[in-house]
């Protein structure tokens, strides 16, 4: 059985947040369909552009996002000028901010700016490299941030501080996250036990390898994640459908009434989840769930009731039915063939 056997659907986009957290705690590897992953948020983008440089530092694309990222004096001309003087000697941007006939195509001032840039991003890599451990890898990704000024840019740069600080809360839990990954933690689960301890480098190529993987668009097996709408003319082997509360599905706002007409597409996009599995359908609601400011309990959409699940009978798998027939009639030959004296 694969990952890429497994679908989540749901009902609005903002429902993919916490099975995306979930997931990445448990290290399972998903993508988002119909919706914006958390890997393709802004954010999160700069600072995979940080990670993927001090991996790989002939990575242009990541070069350039770093040191645009935040803003530090270094503009346009001057890596316009770069990648001039790059492309004609055939190096990479970075290796080319080093070189001792820069001053030919750029001020000495815009070679210090880009020098000192260079010289962080060679000392970053060097304590990514040597942090191992959770608890050490939170404080210099903390560390790093502060540098950088990130958290400034994001308030400086956001239409609101609700938005600034919506997307602070994303880098905070990438921080988390890639903490957790570099492990050192005592979990208690059965047992006391210290998980394998990895350097914040080590971490770094991973996001990269996922990160280019994903880039190249290959086939990869991972759980989909998937808005109902943007499910439809797919199918899974196993499919949950989750959220299905009264107010997400069929969806209803405070301010309108339901009408039969909304309704009826309401109930035709339910049988569009229902119809997206092929072997398996696991439907979930939500105990409470978030009404405005105020959390409220949760009632199951009326549409689970007309599924009338109680009066279902279990069909069984053709091909399991066979396979067991298979092993009775293979079980019967052995007894009855006739034993060696």
Same mark, same amino acid.
């Given at each position: ?23 990445r ?45 935040p ?14 003087f ?9 290796e ?20 000192e ?52 809360s ?16 005592i979990?208690?689960e ?6 394998e ?6 971490v ?23 808005? !109902? +709408?943007?499910? #439809?003319?797919? &199918?899974? /082997?196993?499919?949950? *459908?989750?959220?299905?509360? %009264? ?13 039969p ?5 309401e ?9 997206r ?26 549409f689970?009731?007309?599924?009338? !699940? +109680?009066?279902a #009978?279990?069909? &069984?798998? /053709?091909?399991?039915? *066979?396979?067991?027939?298979? %092993?009775e ?12 004296t």
């Open positions: 059985m694969k990952l890429a056997d497994f679908a989540i659907l749901y009902r609005a986009n903002h429902q993919s947040r916490v099975f995306e957290q979930k997931l705690a448990a290290q399972i590897p998903y993508k988002v369909s119909g919706g914006q992953s958390f890997f393709d948020r802004a954010e999160i983008k700069d600072l995979c552009g940080w990670l993927r440089l001090i991996v790989n530092q002939d990575d242009d694309p990541a070069f350039l996002r770093a040191v645009t990222t803003k530090r004096g270094i503009g346009h001309t001057t890596l316009g000028a770069l990648g001039d790059s492309g004609k000697w055939k190096v990479s941007m970075f080319a901010l080093f070189s001792e006939s820069l001053g030919v195509a750029l001020k000495s001032k815009a070679i210090d700016s880009l020098h840039f260079g010289r962080y991003v060679n000392d970053f890599q060097h304590r990514a490299k040597t942090t191992v451990g959770a608890e050490d890898a939170k404080a210099l990704m903390l560390s790093w941030l502060k540098d950088i000024g990130y958290e400034q840019h994001l308030y400086d740069g956001g239409d609101s501080e609700k938005v600034a600080a919506s997307r602070w994303n880098v905070m839990d990438f921080v988390d996250w890639v903490a957790k990954r570099c492990g050192g933690e979990t208690q059965g047992g006391t036990f210290e998980s301890r990895k350097s914040v480098l080590d770094a190529q991973s996001i990269s390898v996922i990160l280019s993987l994903a880039e190249r668009g290959d086939d990869q097996d991972v759980v989909t994640l998937s808005t !109902l +709408h943007a499910s #439809k003319g797919l &199918e899974w /082997p196993h499919v949950t *459908l989750a959220g299905i509360n %009264e107010g997400l599905l069929p969806f209803r706002s405070d301010a309108e009434e339901v009408t007409e909304h309704l009826q597409e109930r035709r996009l339910m049988y569009v989840g229902i119809t599995a092929q072997r398996t359908l696991a439907v979930s609601t939500l105990r409470r769930r978030k009404r405005g400011r105020e959390t409220v309990a949760g009632v199951p959409s009326r689970i009731a007309e599924m009338k !699940l +109680h009066e #009978k279990t069909q &069984e798998d /053709p091909r399991e039915r *066979l396979r067991r027939l298979r %092993e009639i293979a079980a019967k030959t052995t007894a009855a063939a006739p034993s060696a």
